[in-house]
């Protein structure tokens, strides 16, 4: 039978230690110059192996079908330095290859069984501790390891954002945050994951903090194999990018010598520690078995070359420094991987017959949060009572806009400024937001009342932005960060998609990104075009699940909206996307000039009113002839044809959905039900928009009425007098509607 080359790797190792034919290394490092003894050189190989034999089995379940997911850690197994020498406190992002490091992290806590909970996770056992059965994932809740599925260092930006929040909370003196205040953060990814926007972005980011003084802990760790799947990394690329980087410091060590690395490690630690300093650690290692187990690494590597590679087992030079320091013979170190191959294989047989996800509930169950019991929080971050007192001191010399009628934009900066007022847990961020107040005004002020590090102003950057936010979270912080432009989310749509969105799913509701992005957004901008500023499609966010999207069409549904919001992120832990009408900011009058029907004077949340509550419709009028479905500048629209529709006798209901994601289907039902039509409003284009939904929901649920649509052109939108061509106006809402009721313009 022919071995692949997994096995014959296996195999080689005790036939190659027994021969005393191991590979040499130029560096001559003592275990004493490294700072690590002989027992912890020991038990560092130790994890080396587990974390080999694990790869091996792995393969091996996976011919039987018993094993579904086989990127494996063999070449990184130096990697478990890293798991020994940074604290489980320090919260850790790590990549796919990180067996090693996980294991041997894990022994720092008593109790923890990594070889069980990932043989587990191997197999898609329910019972897997972190996923559920849902992943194979490197993750740990006792060991501050948020679970990891990414492939391209997508994990950066929110690695880069959880030490910002460690310096943040120690700013801020927060008490009950999660990390400690001498906390760092351990991230680690590959080479060719280094050339992604991703990961540019994030050490970018870090260095640009730096640069700033601005406290940054974090060790960046490139485990340069040399190969990103089958595309050779060039020799030299990686020094060469980041060694001379602005703000970071570099650091090299070769990662198949343990004590190369031990030493390596432990200065950079030392340097984010103690100086709160960005740390780029750049380690040779080696790729093992390919890229996953479905790669046939023949295709594109010469036989001669994969065994070059192997020659270069970092297990055999872990073999020859234990020989070597006369810390163990060649017997043990044979005996060792032979009882280790023996308990992994019998702990495997185990893991198998443990329970699968058996049905969609059991798949489905974490996509939302679960609701967190309710713990008494230190008083520092608890709501605070709030006083008429402190009220006045923050609005001081805003008296008329608390008691005048005022636009939606001024309206949302009131109620920022008394959600951060109650809740200092609370963190805006985003570009321009601090100092400037937002393109749109929306922030001002707000950095004056609460300082720089409570309202940030970031770098140009919307990865960072949102992985920034996803840090915040991991800290306990509710962040509300503001992306300028609905179509700027395309540019990191992913750490929406698949970083915060996917966290509870994939760790079994363990963990979550509790946050608020708001989204200045949506179509009819007077002078502005293009597919950046005058976007009119939010449908990015609608197939990603369990995240909320909150679009208010006026200033007082916007001001209870945005507290509702907060409450779902703090209390539910969700991810809200709470879209702002761009069009809609400084809308004053409804029907003619200077009637100030689009005004509302901010109600301060301690006045006696009903909060606007998740999924909760706005209905104006009790008409049953015709039922609008309308959201944003679709019910300011629709609310302008009503005088025209009534006239021609048409007795109307409109209603705001207001909720966007999940929609109350019900509830729109309900208000549908009564009604002889039904015309659906939306801005967005034809393709792909709510409106198709809605459709969808009324020939679902056999809605036995007339029902129509007014949308968008599947168009971009153009400058100038031309902007408004290709959207819905007044006119096509009034034809649609008498036609659907069969009557005649009045």
């Keep these: 039978m022919t071995l692949n080359r997994a096995e014959l790797i296996h195999q080689a190792f005790p036939a190659r230690v027994s021969a005393g034919d191991l590979p040499d290394s130029p560096l001559k490092i003592s275990p004493g110059e490294a700072n690590l003894d002989a027992a912890g050189l020991v038990d560092l190989f130790e994890s080396q192996l587990m974390s080999r034999q694990l790869d091996v089995t792995s393969r091996r379940l996976r011919a039987r079908n018993e094993s579904h997911y086989t990127i494996g850690s063999a070449g990184h197994e130096g990697n478990a330095v890293f798991g020994k020498t940074f604290r489980t406190t320090d919260m850790a992002f790590l990549h796919y290859r990180s067996g090693a490091l996980l294991i041997q992290r894990s022994k720092q806590l008593p109790g923890q069984t990594p070889l069980y909970d990932m043989l587990l996770s191997f197999a898609a056992s329910s019972d897997d501790p972190i996923s559920g059965g849902r992943h194979k994932v490197m993750g740990s809740v006792a060991l501050m390891v948020p679970p990891q599925t990414s492939t391209i260092a997508s994990h950066l930006p929110k690695a880069m954002g959880a030490a910002h929040a460690i310096a943040l909370a120690r700013r801020l003196r927060k008490v009950d945050a999660v990390m400690p205040h001498d906390g760092i953060i351990l991230c680690n990814f590959g080479d060719a994951s280094a050339n992604h926007s991703t990961t540019q972005g994030a050490i970018n980011a870090a260095g640009w903090a730096a640069y700033q003084n601005s406290p940054m802990p974090i060790v960046f760790i490139c485990e340069d194999n040399g190969i990103g799947l089958s595309v050779p990394t060039p020799e030299g690329w990686i020094a060469s990018s980041f060694s001379a980087r602005a703000g970071l410091e570099y650091i090299y060590c070769d990662g198949l010598n343990l004590l190369d690395t031990h030493r390596a490690a432990l200065q950079a630690i030392a340097i984010a520690r103690r100086h709160r300093k960005p740390v780029f650690l750049h380690v040779r290692m080696v790729r093992l078995m390919g890229h996953a187990g479905s790669d046939t690494e023949s295709s594109y590597r010469s036989v001669k070359s994969i065994e070059a590679v192997e020659a270069q087992d970092p297990l055999l030079h872990s073999a020859r420094l234990l020989m070597e320091q006369d810390i163990l013979s060649t017997g043990e170190i044979v005996a060792m991987h032979a009882d280790i191959e023996d308990r992994v294989s019998r702990i495997a047989e185990h893991a198998i017959k443990r329970p699968k996800l058996q049905s969609v509930g059991e798949v489905m169950r974490t996509i939302i949060p679960p609701t967190p019991k309710p713990v008494a929080k230190n008083t520092w971050s608890a709501r605070r009572i709030i006083t008429e007192q402190d009220r006045q001191q923050l609005f001081e010399g805003e008296k008329r806009l608390l008691t005048n009628p005022q636009a939606m934009a001024r309206l949302i900066n009131l109620a920022l400024a008394d959600i951060m007022l109650t809740n200092p847990d609370v963190v805006v961020l ?100 293009g597919h950046f500023h005058n976007d009119n499609s939010f449908n990015v966010f609608r197939d990603i699940p369990g995240i909320i999207i909150a679009c208010p069409s006026n200033g007082r549904d916007a001001v209870q909206m945005l507290r509702t919001c907060v409450e779902l992120a703090e209390k539910e832990r969700r991810v809200v996307i709470y879209i702002e009408p761009i069009a809609l900011y400084q809308t004053r009058d409804l029907h003619e000039d200077s009637d100030g029907l689009w005004l509302s004077v901010y109600e301060s949340p301690a006045e006696d009113h009903l909060p606007i509550a998740f999924g909760q419709l706005g209905v104006t009028g009790e008409g049953t002839d015709l039922c609008i479905l309308t959201y944003g500048n679709g019910f300011y629209l629709s609310c302008q044809a009503q005088p025209d529709l009534e006239k021609a006798g048409v007795s109307l209901r409109i209603v705001d959905l207001r909720w966007l994601a999940p929609m109350n289907e019900d509830e729109i039902l309900a208000q549908v039900a009564t009604c002889k039509a039904v015309l659906i409003v939306d801005e967005c284009r034809k393709t792909g928009s709510i409106s198709e939904a809605l459709m969808t929901l009324m020939l679902e649920r056999q809605v036995q009425v007339p029902v129509a649509r007014v949308t968008a052109e599947d168009s971009f939108i153009p400058i100038g007098a031309a902007s408004t061509l290709t959207l819905p106006d007044v006119a096509q809402i009034t034809r649609a509607a008498l036609t659907l009721c069969g009557r005649q313009q009045a």
């Design 430 to 529: 985003g570009e321009d937001v601090g100092r400037k107040g937002g393109v749109y005004s929306v922030t001002t002020g707000l950095q004056k009342k609460f300082g720089p590090a409570r309202v940030l102003d970031t770098l140009l950057d919307e990865q960072s932005i949102l992985g920034l936010s996803i840090g915040l979270a991991h800290n306990g912080f509710i962040p509300i960060a503001e992306i300028q432009f609905l179509a700027y989310v395309h540019n990191a749509e992913d750490q929406i998609r698949g970083e915060a969105a996917t966290l509870s799913f994939f760790s079994d509701g363990q963990y979550t990104n509790p946050m608020i992005i708001r989204v200045a957004g949506l179509a009819y901008q007077k002078g502005f075009g």
